[in-house]
């Protein structure tokens, strides 16, 4: 490895679920370390790439022009054998065979846990929390999470239009896979009349019940959000039409709410984290997670963002009922 604080090598990848904003996440560490006169190396397809080897000297010029860019140009991947000391080895092992002195790692809490497992190994690794679920500690928000409500928001505006001229209401399941965020702060910008997530879990009795007052108060519509992973909302659907007298449709989401172009505050935010991470390896900081809280940048151990709780949205619910 280089004697820290010259030259160094500098390793990104992107792992776990897509996010819009890794791409500029990734144009930050490549101009930022460039500028402070490193190298970097982009890791393809994630772990997957450190463990194949699967490296590539990166340029200002294999960054230009993918700001604006939904997914991520360095691959992304899954991969649950990491967890395996031998696995891990071997990537390491490729990372000292070309003089990768820091590794930086864009993703979620898998991403994280492969990351706090290479610090153990002691590795250098910092974290750029990217996944649009919004569930990691340390951060007020992770990069892709706005996109991703804003694409939520933009469907059930558009669900809302034809539940109505229908006299529908309109079940819409999102990502987010335990965090509820992205139902709640969606289902808040569209004045959704209900919200279930697993902090406040469904109720069906009441749902029905309330449904029922609904329709007789002569509205035309409802909008029920629902994070993924609690029902099969396609039963739900029909059970609310039998038992409601509400029509009722279910749509789920999924994987466009992965795709796009990043907003301009997930392209912000994740330039301000991509030169962060630089600024923290040219302090000799590592074995840390960027995050931002309070508009402030700041860092934490992997150990300990994997182990405290993400704060939940339970305000922005509670706005909820008060704005009906
Ligand atoms: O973590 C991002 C996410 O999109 C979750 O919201 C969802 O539960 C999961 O990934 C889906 O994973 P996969 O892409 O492996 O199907």
């Known amino acids: 490895m280089a004697i820290w604080g010259g030259i160094l090598k500098i390793a990104v990848l992107t792992s776990g679920g ?25 890791v393809m397809d994630g772990y997957q790439g450190l463990v194949n080897g699967n490296f590539e000297k990166m340029t200002r010029k294999s960054v230009s022009e993918i700001l604006q860019k939904g997914g991520t140009i360095l691959g992304t991947a ?9 696995v891990r080895e071997q ?19 898998g991403t994280y846990r492969g990351a706090q497992a290479l610090t153990e190994m002691g590795f ?76 406040h879990p469904l109720d ?12 007789s108060e002569g509205r035309r519509n409802a909008i029920i ?12 659907a029909e059970e609310i039409t039998e038992k409601s007298g509400f029509a009722c449709r279910a749509t789920v989401l999924g994987y466009v709410q992965r795709g796009g172009s990043p907003t301009a ?7 301000r984290m991509g ?21 402030k940048m700041i860092y934490l151990p992997f150990k300990e963002v994997l182990s405290m709780n993400n704060e939940s949205t339970e305000e922005l619910y509670q706005l909820v009922s008060k704005l009906q």
């Open 18 to 42: 897509d996010a819009p904003g890794m791409n500029p996440a990734i144009r930050a560490v490549v101009r930022a370390g460039l500028n402070s006169g490193h190298e970097v190396y982009g």
């Open 265 to 271: 505050q997930d392209r912000i935010l994740a330039g």
């Open 124 to 199: 250098p690794v910092i974290g750029i929390p990217g996944t649009i679920d919004n569930d990691l500690a340390g951060t007020d928000y992770t990069i892709g999470f706005h996109t991703a409500l804003n694409t939520i928001v933009d469907a059930i505006d558009k669900l809302r239009d034809t539940a109505s001229s229908h006299q529908r209401c309109s079940l819409v399941e999102t990502m987010g896979r335990d965090c509820g965020d992205l139902a709640v702060m969606a289902g808040l910008s569209c004045g959704a009349e209900f919200i279930i997530t697993k902090d």
């Open 225 to 236: 959000v629902i994070t993924e992973n609690i029902t099969n909302v396609h039963d739900l």
């Open 91 to 109: 990537a390491v092992s490729n990372m000292k065979k070309l003089g990768i002195d820091c590794l930086v790692a864009i993703g979620g809490d």
């Open 78 to 86: 899954r991969l649950p054998e990491f967890k395996e000391l031998s």
């Open 275 to 295: 030169a962060y991470a630089i600024d923290l390896i040219n302090r000799g900081i590592t074995g840390v997670a960027i995050g931002e809280m309070n508009s």
């Open 204 to 215: 069906k009795p009441t749902l029905i019940e309330k449904l029922k007052v609904h329709k």
